[in-house]
């Protein structure tokens, strides 16, 4: 598929944008000290409640989910940033945002005790981040980041071979 170069350019922000929303969350929850997603996931409303309820009331759980969120988002966000191993980013950022969605879906008639950004019946944030990061997988973002300049170092190297 051959991109113009604004939708080259388009992509390329989308990705760059995301990937620093995703950075700087990871970053503010890496930096402190005493955060945990338990009071995240008790109120955690939908069908899937029990699930997140399960992980906040298990300890070993509570300590896995807390590092993966918080050092996943951080990971996550640098590598959409500069790049590299984009598509396998993207994905993962699409599972943590479904995630998120799931425990805190903007359905009618759910009211939740923590504050949260507004939603409006079925559509929030994570959905339209989880699709903007979905365009990433979608469209070849790969030739225009440093997943393309690895590729040709590596093509070049079994060249010489």
């Known amino acids: 598929m051959?991109?113009?170069k604004i939708q080259i350019l388009a992509i390329t922000i989308t990705r760059i944008v995301m990937g620093w929303h995703?950075?700087?969350?990871?970053f503010v929850k890496v930096l402190s000290p005493n955060w945990s997603a338990k009071a995240y996931l008790l109120d955690s409303k939908g069908f899937l409640s029990e699930f997140f309820f399960w992980i906040a009331n298990n300890d070993g759980?509570?300590?896995?989910?807390?590092?993966?969120?918080?050092?996943?988002?951080?990971v996550i966000?640098?590598?959409?940033?500069?790049g590299l191993f984009t598509k396998w980013a993207a994905y993962a950022a699409m599972i943590l945002l479904a995630f998120f969605y799931l425990s805190h879906p903007p359905f009618p008639g759910l009211e939740y005790a923590m504050p949260g950004e507004r939603n409006y019946y079925i559509i929030n944030k994570n959905?339209?981040?989880?699709?903007?990061?979905?365009?990433?997988?979608?469209f070849p973002v790969y030739d225009y980041s440093f997943d393309k300049f690895m590729i040709k170092v590596k093509e070049e190297g079994s060249d010489e071979a």
Request: proline fraction near 0%; avoid cysteine.
């Open 2 to 4: 051959k991109l113009s």
């Open 22 to 26: 995703f950075m700087f969350e990871g």
């Open 61 to 74: 759980l509570l300590m896995i989910s807390d590092i993966m969120v918080s050092w996943g988002l951080l």
């Open 77 to 82: 966000g640098l590598l959409l940033i500069i």
């Open 127 to 138: 959905l339209i981040e989880f699709l903007a990061i979905g365009l990433i997988v979608l």
